[in-house]
């Protein structure tokens, strides 16, 4: 073969190649639109595969800093908390902040797993939120102090606690004892009354027949006292206590003697303490553990506005928790109605009766921090008293301002749920300012400590 033909079969060949490579294309390019696209996904995962090696070596290279999350990620993390935040505007505690972070996370798994990613799982992943954990809590729980022992007691410990307290009393003082037994063991108001109501009667008829033999004496088998007085607990102790004696008698017509209550010579003689007896027990009322400030001061703080706060301040049963979570994925829904202010209102009361108790902080001029725990039902005049009571200048005028700016009066029966004030909140103090004015036109100067002296030696930080 000469060294022409030799020279001119590569060029054919080549054509040839050519000619194959171009029919091949065709077969791709040519024609329908689905064709097209077919090639173009094959040009994809064909450039996905050169890079995911790449990628992976990266990954895989020691001291290689961790890389953090991808635009696409924080794109879609934005929008998810974008969501959240139209669905839940407020804040409601630690409760709701679980809920925020265990939605956002299922958020951004779903739109991972939607977007398609081919690479591998854990190479392109946006890392969890770690969870915050408080060394220690702002306040430790809701806690009680009990009137008869000055105790203090934890929520579950309450009623046992007075209960106990009201039986040892009985030593000391039998006829309050058996009156607090009365109006505290007893948990059917009405049905207290009536029996309180009975027995006032009776010793309004000793009282005023004194000479009469038959008030005197009561019989325990009668109707109106089995059905109103014996079904109390702490009626028949009050009834020893003031110098009735139990006596079998006997009864006209009747073989056997039935008992009675019969009143003694000696208390017969002191009718005064009767009355006054009396008056003791329709006065009374249950005895109750009193809600514990739990009063702290805390030095000035960027974490003013955070609050961790126990189980305790929430009123939330399991199928509460339930059911709030289901409101929660309607809360779109919701916001979508066209709803009138009376519904809003009526949504937001039922919001705010979750919680049973609030943590309330007051911001001094100074910086400084008063912190106390309230009823959610209390009035606002309560905080009002609450931080009067820990000035120095006590007689001073003073308001306080909620974090939107809104003016607290004391004047107002406003309650700190209705106020949006729980489950808890921060408040801003500030002295009277035309007062202030008075003062120092009078060339007197308000004292330098806000606080009183013995508060400032417990001040605490903030953590």
């Not at 739109?111 to 969890?128: D, F, I, L, R, Y």
């Not at 109103?228 to 006596?247: P, S, V």
């Not at 009143?263 to 809600?291: F, M």
Request: charged share 30%; net charge neutral.
């Amino acid at each position: 073969m000469s060294s022409g033909e030799d020279k001119k079969k590569p060029q054919k060949t080549r054509k040839k190649e050519t000619a194959a490579d171009n029919t091949g294309q065709d077969s791709y390019l040519g024609g329908s639109k689905e064709r097209n696209d077919t090639f173009e996904s094959h040009q994809f995962l064909k450039t996905l595969r050169e890079k995911a090696p790449k990628e992976k070596s990266n990954q895989l290279a020691p001291r290689q800093p961790r890389q953090g999350p991808t635009n696409e990620a924080q794109m879609a993390a934005a929008a998810a908390l974008a969501r959240l935040e139209q669905k839940q505007p407020r804040a409601r505690g630690p409760t709701s902040q679980d809920f925020i972070r265990n939605q956002v996370r299922k958020e951004l798994r779903t739109e991972a797993t939607v977007s398609g990613s081919s690479e591998a799982p854990g190479t392109n992943m946006v890392p969890e939120p770690k969870e915050e954990v408080s060394t220690h809590l702002v306040v430790p729980g809701v806690y009680f102090t009990c009137p008869l022992t000055g105790a203090i007691l934890r929520k579950d410990q309450r009623d046992t606690r007075i209960k106990e307290a009201i039986l040892s009393h009985f030593s000391t003082d039998p006829v309050a004892a058996s009156i607090m037994k009365i109006h505290t063991f007893n948990k059917d108001r009405d049905r207290v009354k009536l029996g309180v109501d009975t027995i006032a009667k009776y010793l309004d008829n000793i009282h005023l027949h004194p000479e009469e033999e038959k008030y005197r004496k009561i019989k325990l088998q009668n109707k109106v006292f089995q059905e109103r007085i014996n079904c109390l607990e702490g009626t028949h102790e009050f009834f020893e206590a003031i110098g009735f004696q139990k006596a079998l008698l006997p009864v006209p017509d009747q073989e056997s003697p039935e008992e009675f209550y019969v009143l003694s010579e000696t208390a017969l003689a002191q009718l005064p303490s009767l009355e006054r007896h009396k008056e003791q027990l329709l006065c009374a009322e249950p005895v109750r553990a009193t809600l514990a400030r739990q009063r702290r001061v805390f030095q000035p703080s960027p974490l003013a506005s955070q609050f961790d706060l126990p189980s305790d301040f929430f009123n939330i049963t399991a199928e509460e928790a339930k059911r709030e979570q289901k409101l929660r994925s309607e809360a779109v829904e919701r916001l979508s109605m066209l709803r009138t202010k009376a519904m809003r209102e009526k949504e937001e009361q039922r919001e705010m009766r979750k919680y049973t108790y609030t943590l309330l902080r007051v911001r001094l001029p100074d910086g400084c921090l008063l912190q106390g725990t309230f009823y959610a039902r209390e009035r606002v005049a309560a905080l009002y008293s609450f931080v009067r009571e820990a000035l120095q200048s006590d007689w001073l005028p003073f308001e306080l301002l909620a974090s939107c700016g809104q003016k607290l009066s004391e004047d107002e029966n406003l309650a700190f749920n209705e106020c949006g004030l729980v489950p808890s909140a921060l408040l801003t103090f500030s002295w009277d300012m035309a007062v202030l004015e008075d003062i120092k036109a009078a060339g007197a100067e308000p004292d330098s400590s806000i606080l009183k002296p013995e508060l400032l030696l417990t001040i605490e930080k903030l953590s």
